[in-house]
């Protein structure tokens, strides 16, 4: 039997709990002797029994007579299953609210006769097709703390008709309930005869129980096994199905492989259906890992720089323009800095207001911006939701709206809008890039060697998402600026001191490979950025190459050694690992 | 896809996860119906060999058919098991009545298996229907470094995104069948054919429901010789699942204050 999950919602006070107690007792949930464990608890603190002590299971949400987490709890009718999700209402444990909302097919939204609608069911109605539920059932509770009244009952649903429109849930039904009496819960009400509607229990049984996973093939490599010399890919298939001799691409690398075999255990070789946790191996071996999407041709997923998302912040510490955070998108993790945000959504209006930073319980609008390719799709789409990590704590979630290819500059923003800073500082594009501008100054080693090392190092740094320049001051030397040396002595090492010095002030990390400095030379390199510059030496591994690279310099081998911040041995198999680690340790952000 | 194809695809999701996020890695198995399955889709997760170490938190007091039935299994299966013995009852707080004390010294077997294999997540196979504290955990959820749960403040879950970090010294208890129910288990048993201890079936009228240790864990009547009547009865009962199982009804709050301890 199919399980429909529901999530149960509603302000603080409003009835949800006793809702849904009320809604077990009448399908005859109770277990056997929960009620009179119950009686027992309500009789020792000497308060009336409350239904809803039957979900609220700790003690201290019993003492206080509230709901701390989010519950699940499962009943049946003859039609199907239901997972009931119990999800607190207060404003501080909106993040067990979106838990628990995530799973659910459909929404029961509880408001209060009396109050009408509250902060949190404005809140709810709001991340509720955010988390991706977009129906709700309301039930119009307490209506005997309002006399039964049918002017009341319209009132109220009039009001939420209005929501729903605004937010884009649908409002499948509304019912007027006294959940603490049973009236419309389970079975009809005699007290509020001008009702002819369904009950609560009846308009459930009246939704689509169907969980479609339409939409092109997505397959998220979620690891890679190996086996027996196999390398086997693993994951869920997202949609659309797949079979031995598929042709799949792989995003972002792009590259394309055949299914050799879908892999199960026990073996089986029946096509993967949407939704099946398999395993395949390839034709042919490409490069792929966890995090990769493959779909088939025609049907890529979008692989962006940048997209516009709407996300919801759940952390205590806020979120400020320019952080870097871990972006979770199917099984993919990458880097991104918040680059702006177009506005925060006000809950008693649902206008957006600008901000420089989001707070708890948030919902806004903004630009995130990858370090390295994101491969999204678009909502309501799976692929379009994400998490956001700060460090290891999930900080937040949210859906891909549009995707941005470049995202320089925040939307709307121009050059003499005077609500921008009046200028860019060094703090500003360290956010940005996630690290500080840095001169690294290398020379030595075997003919060659220090020119191809910058160039791992660059490509290292710039595709884990950093800024980088290389700096070069020999013509022969392939790739970056090139800056001809000429006859007059020192002035090929001054002009890279120069132009290194600038991007670093931009904010790079600029690498410099400049043979034939003099002492002068690189003292007046380091002053150009102070506390930004380090001077590394490569050792050469052949004692003989040293004075060949080195042509001009007015140091020796060992006193160019000596003079240098760090010397790493010229080792193909080490020096790139010990730059990296020295350079990411001296651009770090502090 | 059916509803237990649902099930076990997002449980074998979270157990690739745990694996690739969470190392070094343990899980427990005690050898009952709910860990036998669990090991079951541990083997599906992982193309047949589950890469990590199982561990009975062994207070000797067993029945001997679930002694009997794990040596068969870890043979079969060829599990990388690794028995961990609790501390004896001497050395637990001897206020505590009978039931209590079994699952103190649980708690504690479970810290030391922890603490000594450096674990920085276990699998265990706890449900939400099994108990109402249970149904208010999460799939990835810290413990302390003294292995308590702070059951006020848990990480949020959506999606299928966990947080799966925790400081040095802390743990994640990950359950990958949280979102199963007792019923399903039964199912997804007779489906899969997956073997299980003969004490869950009726024999004199009676039989297990839930199996704990043999002093504090009490038959219930049952006329269910088969798997099939097994679920049979399932569909129609209301008693709780854990009515046999002493520790829970020793107070009103014996098994939160059991779990916020450190407790499965």
């Known amino acids: 039997m199919r399980t429909f999950p529901v999530v149960f919602t509603g302000h603080v006070d409003h009835g949800k709990s006793t809702l849904v107690s009320r809604l077990l007792l009448d399908t005859g949930y109770f277990p056997d002797g929960k009620l009179t464990e119950l009686e027992r608890a309500a009789q020792r603190r000497g308060v009336p029994l409350e239904i809803s002590f039957l979900l609220d299971s700790f003690q201290v949400e019993r003492d206080q007579a509230i709901t701390i987490d989010a519950t699940r709890i499962w009943f049946c009718t003859a039609a199907r299953r239901y997972a009931v999700i119990d999800a607190p209402g207060h404003r501080e444990f909106v993040r067990h609210m979106v838990s628990g909302a995530a799973d659910a097919l459909a929404a029961v939204v509880v408001v209060d006769a009396a109050e009408g609608l509250g902060e949190q069911t404005r809140r709810h109605a709001l991340l509720l097709p955010l988390v991706g539920v977009t129906r709700a059932i309301v039930a119009v509770n307490k209506m005997d703390t309002v006399g039964f009244s049918a002017a009341r009952y319209a009132a109220v649903k009039a009001e939420l008709e209005a929501l729903f429109v605004q937010t884009g849930l649908t409002l499948a039904a509304t019912v007027p309930t006294v959940a603490r009496d049973g009236d419309n819960v389970a079975r009809p009400s005699t007290r509020m005869p001008w009702y002819g509607g369904p009950s609560l229990l009846e308009a459930l049984e009246l939704l689509d129980g169907s969980q479609a996973r339409g939409g092109p093939v997505r397959f998220a490599v979620h690891d890679v096994y190996r086996r027996d010399e196999e390398r086997i890919l693993v994951g869920n298939v997202g949609a659309g199905r797949i079979q031995a001799g598929a042709t799949l691409t792989f995003a972002p690398s792009r590259d394309r492989a055949r299914v050799k075999r879908i892999v199960r255990f026990p073996a089986s070789d029946e096509p993967a259906v949407a939704g099946e946790a398999i395993g395949m191996t390839l034709d042919h071996p490409i490069f792929v890992g966890p995090g990769d999407v493959a779909s088939e041709i025609g049907t890529p997923p979008q692989i962006a720089a940048a997209v516009k998302a709407t996300v919801f912040w759940l952390d205590r510490v806020p979120l400020a323009i320019g952080e870097h955070l871990r972006m979770r998108c199917g099984t993919r993790d990458v880097t991104v800095v918040l680059d702006a945000i177009s506005g925060a959504i006000d809950i008693e209006t649902f206008e957006e207001r600008p901000t420089a930073a989001l707070a708890r319980n948030d919902i806004a609008q903004v630009t995130l911006r990858g370090l390295g390719p994101l491969v999204v799709d678009l909502h309501p789409a799976p692929l379009a939701r994400f998490a956001l990590y700060r460090g290891d704590a999930v900080g937040g979630g949210g859906i891909v709206r549009t995707v941005v290819a470049r995202s320089d500059a925040p939307e709307g923003s121009a050059v ?117 510059f380090i001077d590394v030496r490569l050792r050469a591994r052949l004692a003989a190459d040293a004075d060949g690279v080195d042509d001009g310099t007015d140091m020796s081998p060992a006193e160019r050694e000596s003079a240098a911040d760090v010397v790493i041995d010229d080792d193909p198999a080490r020096s790139t690992r010990e730059l990296l680690a020295l350079i990411r340790a001296a651009a770090a952000p502090r | ?106 708690t504690e077997g479970l810290k030391l298996l922890v603490a000594r294999e450096r674990w920085r997540g276990v699998i265990l196979g706890i449900r939400r229907d099994e108990q109402a504290t249970r149904a208010k955990d999460r799939i990835f959820s810290p413990r302390a470094a003294d292995g308590t749960w702070n059951f006020a403040d848990q990480p949020p879950e959506f999606w299928d995104y966990y947080q799966t970090g925790v400081p040095d010294g802390a743990h994640l208890r990950i359950h990958p069948l949280l979102h199963w129910t007792e019923i399903d288990i039964w199912r997804y048993t007779r489906r899969e054919n997956i073997p299980f201890c003969s004490l869950y079936l009726a024999r004199d009228g009676k039989r297990y429901r839930s199996l704990g240790e043999k002093n504090i864990t009490t038959p219930i009547v049952s006329a269910a010789a088969t798997i099939d009547a097994i679920i049979d009865e399932l569909a129609s009962t209301s008693a709780p699942e854990r009515a046999g199982r002493a520790m829970d009804h020793e107070s009103e709050d014996a098994f939160e204050r059991l779990r916020a301890g450190g407790y499965m």
């Not at chain 1, 003499?416 to 001169?439: C, E, F, I, K, Q």
């Not at chain 1, 320049?469 to 970056?480: D, F, L, T, Y």
């Not at chain 2, 036998?36 to 007091?61: C, E, H, N, Y």
């Not at chain 2, 009997?68 to 009545?97: G, H, M």
Request: hydrophobic share 50%.
């Open chain 1, 416 to 532: 003499n809008d005077s609500s921008l800073p009046p200028r860019v500082t060094a703090l500003d594009r360290m956010r940005r890039y996630g690290h500080r501008g840095l001169v690294v100054w290398l020379t030595g080693g075997t003919a060659g060697d220090a020119p191809a090392l910058a160039a791992h190092v660059e490509a290292a740094l710039f595709f884990a998402g950093a800024v980088t320049a290389v700096v070069v001051a020999e013509e022969r030397a392939a790739g970056g600026a090139r800056l001809a040396a000429d006859a007059d002595d020192g002035a090929a090492a001054r002009r890279c001191a120069a132009a290194a010095a600038a991007l670093a002030d931009a904010g790079c990390i600029a690498i410099v490979v400049a043979p034939g400095a003099t002492r002068a030379d690189l003292a007046y390199a380091r002053d150009l950025v102070p506390g930004a």
């Open chain 2, 1 to 106: 896809m059916d509803d237990l194809d649902a099930l076990e695809a997002q449980s074998i999701f979270i157990l690739r996860e745990a694996y690739r996020r969470v190392r070094p890695l343990g899980m427990l198995w005690s050898i009952g119906k709910d860990s036998t399955a669990l090991l079951w889709l541990a083997r599906k997760a992982f193309v047949g060999q589950i890469p990590f170490p199982v561990s009975l938190l062994d207070t000797g007091m067993e029945f001997p058919e679930v002694y009997a039935f794990r040596d068969t299994l870890i043979r079969e299966w060829k599990l990388d098991y690794q028995n961990a013995l609790c501390p004896p009852e001497s050395t637990v707080d001897q206020t505590l009545p009978p039931a209590g004390r079994a699952a103190a010294r649980k």
